[in-house]
């Protein structure tokens, strides 16, 4: 392996809210275990790649700036190898991430797409939410008010008047579904796949675990939830992933949120090297073609 040269870019931290570290340590985890392998990784900040480009043919990254999304996907075009695709990272924003997975059938709550400056009382009321979640449609969350919980339809207006006047132009309403939240794990072509209860473990980012709050070990069949996920990744065009979903009373599961490259931060020392072996076998591919 080495011959291979990779170029590693580092995630922006204002991408990374309240996980600077733990994208950090997995990103060098996986670096350490490629070069383990024989690759030379030459680590960038994601500054540093918008401002100069990489020259190298293969990129590995955990970029989400507009600007990095846009430079990964000419040069996925231009025929470079690009881990994850930055059409996968565009695909989990939030509105393109409910269109794909709800237009092909991927378990997923009912939803309703909306501008932020029109009345969406009555369209809310008349889709039955009792309480729902209002997430910026446009872009990646930054902050914490860029994913809101909202107890009826009233509040959901003033949540969304907030982000018309923060310039978010488009809002996704998701019905706020009732059961057990689970954090995911996985890598798409890999026997690697991790969940976990986030809020019994007091893994958080924004504090909004504590809406479900406990688990109550509702059953569930963990070899679907395994399925979906990796159909999720196929849609979106992602390989490395992770998400939540919610586990209701009757043992469904539904993703509510899915993300290119998470921190992996409960399981980070396993995820490693199977991401690392994942990368090498589409480096092959890649070659091959």
């Known amino acids: 392996m080495a011959d291979i040269t990779i170029a590693g870019i580092l995630r922006a931290g204002a991408y990374s809210p309240n996980h600077i570290g733990n994208d950090t340590a997995i990103f060098n985890a996986v670096a350490d275990q490629l070069r383990k392998r024989g690759c030379l990784v030459n680590i960038y900040s994601e500054d540093q790649f918008n401002k100069n480009g990489v020259k190298e043919d293969i990129i590995l990254n955990m970029c989400r700036e507009r600007e990095s999304i846009a430079r990964l996907q000419q040069l996925e075009d231009e ?67 860029d994913v809101s919980y909202c107890r009826h339809a009233e509040e959901a207006q003033e949540v969304l008047q907030e982000y018309f006047y923060r310039g978010i132009t488009r809002a996704v309403i998701n019905v706020h579904l009732v059961g057990d939240l689970i954090k995911f794990y996985g890598i798409k072509g890999s026997p690697f796949f991790y969940w976990f209860y986030p ?35 196929e849609e979106l065009n992602t390989v490395i992933y992770g998400g939540d979903c919610i586990v209701g009373e009757d043992g469904e599961v539904r993703i509510i949120d899915f993300n290119d490259w998470p921190s992996f931060a409960p399981c980070r020392d396993e995820a490693a090297p199977h991401i690392a072996k994942a990368v090498l076998a589409l480096v092959k591919e890649f070659r091959n073609k």
């Open 79 to 145: 025929g470079r190898l690009v881990i994850n695709s930055g059409y996968g990272i565009e695909n989990c924003t939030r509105e393109r991430m409910t269109r794909i997975l709800l237009g092909n059938n991927i378990p997923y709550p009912e939803s309703l797409i909306v501008n932020t400056n029109e009345n969406v009382k009555p369209l809310i009321k008349e889709a039955g939410f009792q309480s729902c979640w209002i997430k910026r449609g446009d872009f990646h969350a930054m902050h914490k008010e």
């Open 199 to 233: 809020f019994d473990e007091g893994h958080s980012k924004y504090g909004l675990e504590q809406i479900n709050g406990r688990s109550q070990g509702l059953k569930f069949d963990e070899d679907h939830l395994k399925d979906i996920c990796n159909r999720a990744a």
